[in-house]
Every structure is written in structure tokens, then in C-alpha cells.
């Protein structure tokens, strides 16, 4: 939108047709809007765009060919438990939650002195909700934590993917003697939660590719994309993570709300464009993060709070961490892309993805380890 007259449009269909879906919503003038159409709406899209003078672009074609194509040549897309011995190709493909929950007890298994499964609760449908901490020592330990969640929000294959990556390349650097991760599991657990959203994640692979939130119905109905529930927690998967972060919360030091897309690194507040009285320190760490990410294949982040670099958002992970959990350092990462793919980022950006974030968390880490 060019204009504010283009923006308050935008809002309105956003608020007001259902069938059209909102990937990256109308924020401000000048920012682009991401928007995806389905087919019996495109010739009314396109006169609508005409008549409110709006700029398009198209970026991808057609979503579902796209989904075929990925999925052609990768049979990991089939719910089978994963051997110990394929671990490293776990990365090749996005997984199935089987999968996943299989590929996190082989780690532990193959790296038991640095690593444990923890079932933090269950999700609507009864599907456990697993954290893998690693780090020297067992959990009892009063180390400080680093808590990364992941895939609450179900089409964001990318972030427990990454998130994943990232507990692996610890688990290795260690058994590997790399002396920075030795360090960093010796000074912190680290509890990495990378499906939050189970159910979700499960129907996106059997049945609707871009549904988004949980699978707990109301009535008849499981609410629209952007339905946040009759009350705070009123879901068991948000419930659990509370409780459970809550329960430790002393120990957590940072807390990062892994999603993609859009490459940012945020921090609070998002509800309200008042800054935080630690903004200066949330701020460097970010851009310490953002910086080391840049490093890698020259990925840009943009850092900031939510209101002032992407749009005012009520209820993320990182304002509750910080105002009711009293974590200094909460995030919110949004992964790649800035838009060319968009949820819909291909398997063969997981690599690339993990490896830039894993030197940006290992930055991050190091950084704050300073004055841990």
C-alpha cells in the first residue's frame, strides 16, 4: 500500500474475507502485504487491485504444484520412526512428528551423557509435547537455561526443523570437543521444544498444508487463523509450555519463540511502542545474533521491537517471557525467506537456514554468557 487509504483497505479485507489468507498482514504504508488467493477469488482480487490503483506481484504461482513438487522426491514425508543411523539425513527433508519425537530419543541415546528427553504435557489430541535438554550434568542442576521453542504456529515447517539442527550441531560440537560448545554446555542447559503445536504440525502434513493454529474445536467450529481462544492458556499446549516454563523460570536466562518468516529478530514490547527499560541489551544481543546470521550467506535480519520493525502484536511469546516470566532476554526469531516462498519454503533451504542460525544462537550464547 502507497497510501493510508490502500493500508485501511488492506485491513478491512483482512478483517472482513474469511477465504483469503493473510501471511504477512497490512501494517504500515509503504510495507509490503502478503496475501494468499485461492482460485475462484483471483479475477475479483484482480479487479479489486485495479480499482484501488494497488501494486501486485505475483510470487508463487501456484501454492499447491509447488507443495507436489516438493514432496515428489521425499519419502520422509511418510510417518515412519527414524533409526539411529539416519540421523544425519534427518535434516535433508521436513519431518513428520513421529519422526521428529524418534529423531530426538536417538540423539539422546547416541549422546546420553549430554542430553534428555522431557515431556513437558500433552496436546489436544493427546500427542506429547517433548523438550531435549542439552547440556553437562543432569537436569537438577541449578545452570542457567537458554529456552528455545518452536512450531507453535503448524505451517512454519522451517523453525522446528532449525530448531532441531540446532540441538544436533550441539550435541556433535561436543562429542567433537569444539571447545566454544564444550564451554557453552558447561555454563548452560540448553531445552529446545520443537513442536509446540503437534496436532497442527500433523495436519499440515495429512491434510491442509497452511493450517496454522491448534486443532481444539469450539462447537463445531476450530476457529479462524487468528482466534487466540476463549481465555489465556484456554489451549493444553500453551498450558503446558506456561506451567512449565514458570516452574523454572528462575533459571531461564533467555527465551527464544523460533517462527518464520521475515527475518527478524524482535524483542518486547509488541503490544505497545513503550520500550522496554532493558531495550539497550535486548537490542545488542540481537544485533549481535543478527550480525553473526549475516555472516554466513550475507542473510539480512532486521532487529528491533515488534511495533517499530513489523507491526503491534498482542500475546507473543516474548512479552509474556519478559513481563510475566521475568526472562531478560525473550525473542521472537522469524526464519527465512522475506517473502519469495514465505511459508512455504522449500527442503532445500533447511541447511542453509540451520547453518545461519546456528552461528547466530551460538553468538547470541556467547554473548550472553558474559554476564550470566
Request: include cysteine; hydrophobic fraction near 35%; charge should be neutral.
Amino acid at each position: 500500500p502507497k497510501t493510508e487509504s490502500q493500508l485501511n483497505y488492506l485491513r478491512e479485507l483482512e478483517e472482513n474475507v474469511l477465504e483469503l489468507d493473510f501471511w504477512r498482514g497490512p501494517s504500515y504504508v509503504d510495507r509490503p502485504v502478503d496475501v494468499m488467493v485461492p482460485p475462484q477469488l483471483n479475477h475479483t482480487f484482480d479487479k479489486i487491485f485495479e480499482d484501488k490503483l494497488l501494486e501486485r506481484n505475483v510470487m508463487i504461482e501456484d501454492l499447491e504444484n509447488d507443495f507436489i513438487e516438493d514432496k515428489a522426491d521425499n519419502p520422509a514425508l511418510r510417518a515412519k520412526p527414524l533409526r539411529a543411523d539416519i540421523v544425519e539425513r534427518h535434516f535433508d527433508d521436513f519431518q513428520r512428528l513421529p519422526k521428529i519425537h524418534s529423531y530426538l530419543d536417538a540423539v539422546v541415546s547416541k549422546y546420553p551423557t549430554v542430553s534428555s528427553v522431557i515431556s513437558i504435557g500433552n496436546s489436544y489430541e493427546g500427542r506429547p509435547l517433548k523438550v531435549i535438554r542439552i547440556g553437562e550434568g543432569n537436569e537438577n542442576q541449578n545452570k542457567p537455561i537458554i529456552f528455545i521453542e518452536s512450531g507453535i504456529h503448524a505451517r512454519e515447517w522451517i523453525s522446528p526443523a532449525t530448531t532441531q539442527c540446532f540441538g544436533q550441531y550441539l550435541v556433535q560440537g561436543y562429542k567433537a570437543r569444539n571447545a566454544d560448545i564444550t564451554a557453552l554446555l558447561q555454563k548452560f542447559d540448553f531445552y529446545i521444544l520443537p513442536v509446540l503445536n503437534p496436532d497442527g504440525y500433523e495436519y499440515t502434513h495429512t491434510r491442509d498444508r497452511m493450517w496454522r493454529k491448534t486443532r481444539k474445536p469450539y462447537g463445531s467450529c476450530y476457529g479462524s487463523e487468528t482466534y487466540r481462544g476463549p481465555s489465556a492458556f484456554s489451549e493444553p499446549e500453551t498450558k503446558a509450555v506456561s506451567d512449565y516454563v514458570m516452574r523454572i523460570r528462575d533459571k531461564i536466562k533467555a527465551y527464544l519463540a523460533v517462527h518464520s518468516y521475515g527475518q527478524y529478530w524482535i524483542y518486547p514490547w509488541g503490544w505497545t511502542n513503550t520500550l522496554t527499560a532493558d531495550d539497550k541489551n535486548l537490542a545488542r544481543l540481537a544485533k549481535v545474533a543478527s550480525n553473526a546470521l549475516a555472516s554466513v550467506y550475507g542473510t539480512k535480519y532486521t532487529t528491533g521491537t515488534s511495533t517499530n520493525v513489523l507491526y503491534a502484536a498482542a500475546g507473543g511469546a516474548d512479552d509474556w517471557a519478559y513481563g510475566t516470566g521475568g526472562i531478560k532476554y525473550a525473542y521472537t526469531v522469524e526464519l527465512r525467506d522475506k517473502g519469495s516462498y514465505g511459508f512455504a519454503l522449500p527442503k532445500s533451504q533447511i541447511r542453509p537456514t540451520c547453518e545461519e542460525t546456528t552461528v547466530a544462537f551460538i553468538a547470541f550464547a556467547k554473548e550472553l554468557a558474559k554476564e550470566v
